[in-house]
Nanobody
Framework: QVQLVESGGGLVQAGGSLRLSCAAS????????MGWFRQAPGEEREYVAG????????YYANSVKGRFTISRDNANNTVYLRMNSLNPGDTAVYFC??????????????????WGQGTQVTVSS
């Protein structure tokens, strides 16, 4: 049974930083691409960033490119999202997700098979 548990969210002032973590269990972590998504109140869930199973390829939404960094530690079954220069528009619940198929990229909601419970990020102005 796959389990994804996010942590690291919180309240931060505009311009600040946070690092989110997502601990995975249940299947061979290093075989699956991972992604981060977010959902603001009244909005659809949107793709934020993705990372390949080996960590050598990363992908970002245009809205976070240059500010957010996704990384992974396969030895510890964890994926991270470092968020810098946060602004109120980044306020949302952030979810990590795991691809349904091995060695395939995760670039959208439809490609995510498993989800964490989410962690709230609130950026004050």
């Amino acid at each position: 049974q796959v389990q994804l548990v996010e942590s690291g969210g919180g309240l931060v002032q505009a311009g600040g930083s946070l690092r989110l973590s997502c601990a995975a269990s249940g299947r061979t972590f290093s075989n699956y691409d991972m992604g981060w998504f977010r959902q603001a109140p009244g909005e659809e869930r949107e793709y934020v960033a993705g990372i390949s199973w080996g960590g050598d390829s990363t992908y970002y939404a245009n809205s976070v490119k240059g500010r957010f960094t996704i990384s992974r530690d396969n030895a510890n079954n964890t994926v991270y999202l470092r968020m810098n220069s946060l602004n109120p528009g980044d306020t949302a619940v952030y979810f990590c997700a795991q691809r349904d198929r091995v060695f395939m990229p995760i670039r959208g909601v439809s490609e995510a098979a498993y989800w964490g419970q989410g962690t709230q990020v609130t950026v004050s102005s």
